[in-house]
């Protein structure tokens, strides 16, 4: 992989702060880092979706915006802000974003992991999200660009591939149909040895795909992981946040992947404490985890965000909302730590893709997260397990 040079934050004259706008802690803490930042002096350009979504707030803190679609003008405003000239560039722009060269080294971290972005925007118009008026219409990259960069991230030694979008279950949809089955079947015919893991999907739309995203999941290159994120297990507050599907059509789409492979992985997104959720809704949502039992969950507390059809309902109390996100870990806690109590003894094939704080992050075939105290970088070894977290499974090399 290749090497380069990162300057630090303490001797930079000008900082970059790349946003998310999905809630509103996160904006504060933007915008008070924002401000921090200015009284030493800095220079300071907010990116991303923020800007889209809190023009005024991003404004009064910045010396520069730029927009989520505008990355290949930042050398410009760069240049604008360096003449002292306090500047925004918002515009929505259409690039291919396949076309950019992918990040390859990620904070702190060492991977051999690349992200490769397949599309940009959302059709959906979720009652609570601010982020889709940031990115609004779906522009989908073009495959014989996304091979490109993929093929470019393994010559450069990568071994894992994670594709990204708003929604993958979209890709191409503004062309006319749904084109991920097949771009997936495309990428797994590239010459290698790699893995390809999938971004979140929408449980609607995967539906509608199901027998082609299924065949096309086959292939030993995939990851046997899939994120649908569900959000409530009530399909009246489903509708009421717009969300287009059913509780059933999640349950359906986790039972045929569970059911055309031995050994996967479910990851779901669940927000407690909407405004519009009662206690039934809330048990609701815990009956279909109980049943499913995802073996990731991400947990969301509510937050409002200006503009979003959401913002003017009353926001429930936050011991509500902390209550209901602490019973909901609880539970998921409990019977993933069980499941992965199972895996102690046996031997797995993985693949290590990243090193972090001297210890190492390496993944089954399902997906599955093994932490190792040795390892290399994008080697394939057996390991056995002799220990877990509720979250993660533990192991040493062994030889074959």
């Known amino acids: 992989m290749h090497e380069h040079e990162e300057s630090s934050e303490k001797d930079a004259d000008l900082v970059i702060l790349n946003t998310c706008g999905v809630v509103e802690k996160t904006e504060r ?44 003008s930042i050398g ?14 918002i515009e929505k722009e259409t690039h291919d974003k396949a076309e950019m060269c992918s990040n390859k080294k990620r904070g702190d971290k060492e991977t051999c992991s690349a992200i490769v972005s397949i599309a940009e925007g959302c059709v959906g118009s979720c009652s609570y999200c601010a982020t889709r008026f940031a990115r609004k219409e779906l522009n989908s990259f073009n495959k014989e660009n996304i091979i490109k960069e993929i093929k470019g991230a393994l010559a450069s030694g990568f071994k894992e591939i994670q594709l990204t979008s708003q929604d993958l279950s979209i890709y191409g949809m503004e062309k006319g149909r749904q084109m991920l089955p097949e771009l997936i079947k495309d990428i797994y015919q ?27 999941y086959q292939s030993d290159k995939i990851y046997k992981f899939i994120h649908l994120p569900l959000q409530s297990g009530d399909d009246e507050l489903l509708k009421k946040m717009n969300r287009g599907y059913a509780v059933n059509d999640f349950i359906e789409v986790v039972k ?3 059911k055309k492979f031995k050994e996967t992985i479910i990851a779901t ?71 992965n109590k199972k895996h102690k003894g046996k031997k797995l094939d993985v693949l290590v893709v990243e090193k972090r704080k001297g210890k190492y992050l390496a993944r089954t075939d399902s997906g599955r997260a093994v932490i190792l105290k040795k390892g290399k970088l994008g080697e394939r070894i057996n390991v056995k397990i002799n220990d877990y977290k509720w979250n993660y499974l533990i192991g040493w090399t062994v030889n074959n």
């Open 76 to 89: 410009l405003l760069v240049e604008k802000i360096s003449q002292n000239k306090k500047e925004f560039i």
């Open 256 to 258: 045929a992947f569970r």
């Open 190 to 216: 590239i010459e290698g040895d790699f893995k390809i893991k999938l971004g979140m999907m929408n449980p609607g739309q995967v539906r509608k795909m199901i027998d082609e995203l299924l065949s096309s």
């Open 29 to 72: 803490k933007i915008l008070k880092e924002a401000l921090e930042l200015k009284k030493k002096g800095k220079k300071i350009i907010i990116s991303g979706c923020l800007p889209l979504i809190s023009f005024k707030e991003c404004h009064e803190a910045a010396d520069g915006l730029l927009g989520p679609s505008n990355v290949s």
């Open 269 to 339: 997104d669940i927000i407690v404490g909407h405004p519009l959720e009662t206690e039934e809704s809330f048990k609701k949502t815990i009956e279909v985890i109980k049943k499913i039992q995802p073996e990731i969950v991400h947990i969301f507390k509510f937050s409002k965000r200006k503009g979003t059809p959401d913002f003017n309902l009353k926001d429930l109390p936050d011991r509500i909302k902390k209550d209901r996100s602490r019973i909901l870990s609880e539970l998921f806690e409990k019977y993933n730590l069980e499941k």
